[in-house]
């Protein structure tokens, strides 16, 4: 139905990396979906389709049940998914947006305009395989919903992780969502042989690491980092930056971020690891 979310749930579609399709006749869809065959590399497809197909529309559920039988065999079988609210609830939402519903006329009001909809839209709600009713639905509710519906089902494949080494003095990164301060670590930086190293060499890494106080900040950070990601999913964030800082972004901050990476990666994670200030710190003696 116009106005029952189906924009929204376009946007969800393509943060779950389908790619989405707006408002294509459905006498073109099969043709679409023909992009798809081999050899061309499989993607999942998202199409929205409603009363704005006009004089075509008639097609839309005959296409449908065409394309379920004839994809079943090559690719998964295709799911309709219908979006459904109250005839209040619609009302409400055109006036709140000022949208115009896409069947009114000069003839025809808003209530009007929501019942013919109702009618064309019958069939195709009887053989939708989901309907989801956004009536009492927050934006998130529906997000989540179709993220539960259509999303991978473990959190590690749902969320990107960048874990970023940076340096205090050089400013907190912009996009960092979490931010995790290691300057009560041994500094390498006052050991003379080490001064001119980074965190990527064995000998300043093991410095690090020997440290009495890194192994139980790593145990803690870890068991917080494997309690909060599934949260953050669970609430639809599909990136998740963690910056990890010291004084300089050269040597404690740089093993950290590693050592999460690497926990992350085991997780089955999809990580990428960024040292922010490593290479302006290369060669300056007071990056600390």
Same mark, same amino acid.
């Given at each position: 139905?116009?106005?029952?979310?189906?924009?929204l749930?376009a946007?969800?579609?393509?943060d779950?990396n389908?790619?989405?399709?707006?408002?294509?006749?459905p006498?073109?869809?099969?043709?679409?979906?023909?992009?798809?065959?081999?050899?061309?590399?499989p993607e999942?497809v998202?199409i929205?389709a409603?009363?704005?197909?006009g004089q075509?529309?008639?097609?839309?559920?005959?296409?449908?049940?065409?394309?379920?039988?004839n994809l079943?065999?090559?690719?998964?079988?295709?799911?309709?998914?219908?979006?459904?609210?109250s !005839?209040?609830?619609?009302v409400?939402? &055109?006036?709140?947006?000022?949208?115009?519903? =896409?069947?009114?006329? $000069?003839?025809? *009001?808003i209530l009007?305009?929501?019942?013919?909809?109702?009618?064309?839209?019958a069939?195709?709600?009887?053989?939708?395989?989901?309907?989801?009713d956004?009536t009492?639905?927050?934006?998130?509710d529906?997000?989540?919903l179709?993220?539960?519906?259509?999303g991978?089902?473990?959190?590690?494949?749902r969320l990107?992780?960048?874990?970023v080494?940076?340096?205090?003095?050089?400013?907190?990164?912009?996009?960092? !969502?979490?931010v995790?301060d290691?300057r &009560?670590?041994?500094?390498?930086?006052?050991? =003379?042989?080490?001064? $001119?190293?980074? *965190?990527?060499?064995?000998?300043?890494?093991?410095?690090v690491l020997s440290?009495?106080?890194?192994?139980?900040?790593?145990?803690?950070?870890f068991d917080?980092?494997e309690?909060?990601?599934?949260?953050?999913?669970?609430?639809?964030k599909?990136y998740?930056?963690?910056?990890?800082?010291c004084t300089g972004g050269?040597?404690?901050?740089v093993?950290?971020a590693?050592?999460?990476?690497?926990?992350?990666a085991?997780a089955?994670?999809?990580?990428?690891?960024?040292h922010?200030?490593?290479?302006?710190?290369?060669g300056?003696t007071?990056?600390?």
């Amino acid at each position: 139905m116009s106005g029952a979310g189906k924009s929204l749930a376009a946007n969800t579609f393509e943060d779950l990396n389908f790619f989405c399709i707006d408002n294509l006749p459905p006498d073109l869809i099969p043709k679409a979906i023909e992009l798809w065959e081999p050899p061309a590399k499989p993607e999942d497809v998202a199409i929205v389709a409603d009363v704005r197909a006009g004089q075509f529309f008639d097609q839309l559920l005959p296409v449908c049940q065409s394309l379920h039988e004839n994809l079943k065999e090559r690719f998964h079988p295709p799911v309709v998914l219908f979006l459904d609210a109250s !005839d209040a609830e619609l009302v409400k939402r &055109f006036k709140e947006t000022r949208r115009k519903h =896409p069947l009114v006329t $000069k003839e025809m *009001g808003i209530l009007d305009a929501i019942a013919l909809e109702r009618d064309m839209l019958a069939d195709l709600k009887e053989h939708a395989d989901k309907i989801i009713d956004t009536t009492n639905l927050e934006p998130e509710d529906l997000r989540r919903l179709i993220r539960q519906f259509f999303g991978p089902k473990q959190a590690h494949e749902r969320l990107m992780v960048a874990v970023v080494s940076f340096g205090f003095k050089h400013g907190v990164p912009l996009d960092a !969502d979490v931010v995790f301060d290691v300057r &009560f670590l041994a500094n390498p930086f006052w050991v =003379p042989e080490m001064r $001119k190293l980074d *965190g990527t060499h064995a000998a300043v890494s093991e410095y690090v690491l020997s440290d009495p106080l890194t192994e139980p900040l790593l145990e803690k950070l870890f068991d917080l980092v494997e309690f909060s990601i599934p949260q953050y999913v669970r609430e639809g964030k599909a990136y998740l930056t963690i910056a990890i800082g010291c004084t300089g972004g050269k040597h404690r901050s740089v093993v950290v971020a590693d050592e999460l990476a690497r926990f992350l990666a085991r997780a089955n994670y999809v990580v990428r690891v960024e040292h922010r200030d490593l290479y302006q710190a290369r060669g300056q003696t007071d990056a600390r």
